[in-house]
């Protein structure tokens, strides 16, 4: 497949596929600079990561789904995990809004920025979509994620941690069903494997543009979740290399 | 009695085929929904859909055809089908689905249980079966979507009769195909 022209817009000189259709209650925007971050203990704070984590939830259906839509040709067994998916990241969105609520929020409350979604959706390859949005964002979430339930727990907040574990589970087997199928289908591939490997290019260099200024505020190095990568399928020479970049 | 191999192959194929297409329309449809709720919802339901579409898949290997073999059916159905992926009004995508595709399809498969030897068939007999029981759970999860979401609500009953008396006009949607000449499709 590709991309019409009319699905792109361009930000910050980065081509990103077109938000997906948001109510009106949603602030969405651009730019990163325009996200409401609260960055301490308070009850603000706390709504505001359980909105980032439902729109996010959004963004992974909305882009697995996306997939499932605009590659038929895929292998059935791809597809399958794929539809799969769409359950777990509905399922999801659903427990972070019911979370949202219970604390007292709403959807809408803060600004949401659907940029996952127009950086992998921009992408017209299969697997360099499941290359981004698997085994690059939702596993770099394997790493975040333990600091953001070990946050929750010393608030005292076990419902949502527990959730978010929950969650995290999941989340593993989505990072898994890329790293199989990226593994089953570059094997002696070489045009397969350099769509990845162009894919990859393509995205670091996008996310450093569409986030050149705002570095002091989102770079934030967390540990490498070596248990699950291992679970989701990464090597220990990737595991390492992971280790190496982040020391 | 009943159908025979071959023809129960292509009901089971066919089914496939509108299960899977069924599934992507939904897929299609999960980013161009504003509506969260409806949004989830349909993402909720391509699971269903794919699980359907493969336990159709895997029986089609059993009655002597590819595993995961589709064959497509009726092109009224097809078209029918089409139209229904075109629509954009998030209203009319939930009356057509829910309470038009859906029940239709419903009444396709208890008419194929009627035909069929039940123990001969038993194998796709008890697939039906559990579909006929997700049919019944997604139908009850849309009443909750729309006591919760205006947007869900059907505005335009008449078109939805009239889309209804077409979808129930189609009939069969199945195309026995002259199996020496067969030209069915993986999918």
């Not at chain 1, 604390?103 to 950086?119: A, D, L, S, T, Y």
């Not at chain 2, 194929?13 to 329309?25: C, Q, S, Y």
Request: charged share 30%; net charge negative; hydrophobic share 45%.
């Amino acid at each position: 497949m590709s991309s019409a022209s009319s699905d792109i817009r361009v930000v910050r000189g980065v081509p990103l596929r077109c938000d997906p259709a948001r109510e009106p209650c949603f602030t969405v925007v651009d730019d990163q600079t325009e996200m409401i971050r609260i960055n301490d203990d308070s009850e603000a704070s706390q709504r505001e990561k359980l909105s980032v984590e439902l729109n996010s939830e959004l963004q992974s259906l909305e882009i697995a789904a996306q997939s499932l839509s605009e590659f038929p040709e895929a292998p059935w067994e791809l597809r399958l995990g794929l539809a799969r998916q769409c359950w777990d990241e509905a399922r999801h969105a659903r427990l972070a809004s019911r979370r949202l609520i219970e604390r007292g929020g709403w959807k809408g409350e803060f600004p949401v920025i659907n940029q996952e979604w127009g950086v992998v959706c921009a992408v017209d390859s299969l697997l360099g979509r499941l290359a981004i949005q698997n085994r690059t964002f939702e596993a770099g979430s394997l790493d975040s994620s333990l600091e953001l339930l070990a946050w929750w727990r010393r608030l005292g907040d076990d419902d949502t941690a527990d959730v978010l574990e929950g969650i995290h589970a999941d989340e593993v087997f989505h990072v898994r069903l890329a790293n199989d199928w990226i593994e089953r289908m570059t094997l002696d591939n070489p045009r397969a494997q350099l769509e990845v490997a162009a894919a990859m290019i393509a995205v670091k260099r996008r996310l450093a543009m569409l986030r050149s200024g705002t570095e002091s505020r989102l770079k934030v190095t967390v540990p490498v979740n070596t248990t699950d990568r291992r679970a989701a399928g990464f090597t220990d020479d990737e595991i390492a290399e992971l280790t190496r970049r982040n020391d | 009695m009943g159908l025979n191999v071959e023809e129960r192959a292509d009901s089971v194929a066919t089914f496939r085929w509108v299960e899977v297409r069924l599934m992507e329309i939904l897929a299609a449809w999960v980013p161009t929904t504003p509506e969260m709720e409806v949004k989830l919802a349909f993402g909720t339901n391509i699971w269903d859909a794919a699980q359907h579409a493969d336990a159709f898949g895997k029986r089609a290997a059993e009655l002597r055809l590819p595993l995961q073999h589709s064959l497509e059916p009726a092109p009224e159905y097809i078209g029918l089908l089409d139209e229904l992926a075109a629509m954009s009004d998030t209203d009319q995508r939930v009356a057509a689905f829910y309470d038009v595709l859906l029940p239709g399809l419903r009444k396709r498969f208890v008419a194929y249980l009627d035909t069929v030897d039940t123990l001969l068939d038993a194998p796709t007999v008890r697939i039906i079966e559990r579909i006929l029981g997700d049919v019944d759970r997604i139908l009850g999860e849309c009443e909750e979507l729309r006591a919760q979401i205006p947007a869900a609500r059907p505005r335009d009953s008449e078109w939805v009769r009239a889309f209804r008396a077409r979808d129930a006009g189609i009939d069969p949607i199945i195309v026995y195909r002259p199996h020496q000449s067969s030209a069915a499709s993986p999918m």
